[in-house]
């Protein structure tokens, strides 16, 4: 199973900076790689599929980067409503596995 | 706009099985493109992929898990189903039933809190 790895745990920015999320997979995941976005009580939602790809709806602040082991979530200017948690999941290998997630909160 | 809603019991007792009912609306369960799965997530902890089904009744189950699961699918009824055996406290989790393609989970159920004790 591949284990993903998020850091940091909790990451605290104020609103209008950018906030920087990272995701390591234990294996080369290719571009394997979506992104999810969960606030409280809700269930997630899909920001980024591909390492890269914007999903449908998803405001272009949000932006990801890498492949292979090393992925980066970026959040341009965070507004009030980007504060949640952040999972990372790879889906080159089955089962797909998640990240243990990043809480993003208000500074 | 497909929508999936999870139905059966909230308590379940130590060593007994877990039968949840996912029932889809919005489109086709028997739709190409999706498979359907069961994700759970323990209070305060991530997600784990218990399992998945193709339309064509293909499964493939966590191997952590695949000893006690069993994922079916009732296409006249446009519903899915879990099964997870000999259930224990490290069970207790909020299970999910989604609907995901290419690997990436576009829909999600509200969730439905399993807590095992007797």
């Known amino acids: 199973e591949i284990v993903m790895t998020q850091s940091p745990a909790t990451l605290s920015v104020s609103p209008g900076e950018r906030a920087t999320l990272s995701c390591r997979a234990s294996q080369s995941v290719s571009s394997n790689l979506a992104w999810y976005q969960q606030k409280p009580g809700q269930t997630p939602r899909l920001l980024i599929s591909g390492a890269s790809t914007r999903a449908t709806g998803i405001p272009a602040r949000f932006s990801g980067s890498g492949s292979g082991t090393e992925f980066t979530l970026t959040i341009s200017s965070l507004q009030s409503e980007d504060f949640a948690v952040y999972y990372c999941q790879q889906y080159n290998n089955w089962p797909g596995t998640f990240g243990q997630g990043t809480k993003l909160e208000i500074k | ?118």
């Open chain 2, 1 to 118: 706009q497909v929508q999936l809603q999870e139905s059966g019991p909230g308590l379940v007792k130590p060593s007994q099985t877990l039968s949840l009912t996912c029932t889809v609306s919005g489109g086709s369960i028997s739709s190409g493109s999706y498979y359907w799965s069961w994700i759970r997530q323990p209070a305060g902890k991530g997600l784990e992929w218990i399992g998945r089904i193709f339309t064509s009744g293909t499964t493939n189950y966590n191997p952590s898990l695949k000893s006690r699961v069993t994922i079916s699918v009732d296409t006249s009824k446009n519903q899915f189903s879990l099964k997870l055996s000999s259930v224990t406290a490290a069970d207790t989790a909020v299970y999910y039933c989604v609907g995901a393609v290419a690997g990436t989970v576009l829909y999600w159920g509200q969730g439905t809190l399993v807590t095992v004790s007797s």
